[in-house]
């Protein structure tokens, strides 16, 4: 698969947690950050995030329309 950039936005980053994860005999160091967007943010389920040279896919997105953003919570790809 490869992947096109499709938009660059400000966000804000809240950190919700992490651990030590043993995938295929391979310890990796999960991470999942909750974003806040702006409600215009053009993002669905099936897109990837770029944020300090790490790719994250999305979990789940949440629209807030009374403070006008988008909830948006992420997880660290291990590829």
Do not use: C
């Not at 499709?6 to 043993?22: D, M, P, S």
């Not at 999305?58 to 997880?75: T, V």
């Amino acid at each position: 698969t490869e992947w096109v950039s499709k938009y660059n936005t400000r966000a804000r980053l809240i950190h919700t947690g992490g651990g030590r994860v043993e995938y295929n005999d391979e310890i990796f160091y999960s991470h999942m950050k909750t974003l806040e967007v702006r409600e215009y943010v053009p993002v669905d389920d099936f897109d990837r995030i770029i944020w300090n040279n790490k790719q994250y896919r999305i979990l789940d997105i949440e629209p807030d329309e009374a403070q006008m953003k988008k909830i948006i919570r992420i997880e660290l790809v291990n590829d």
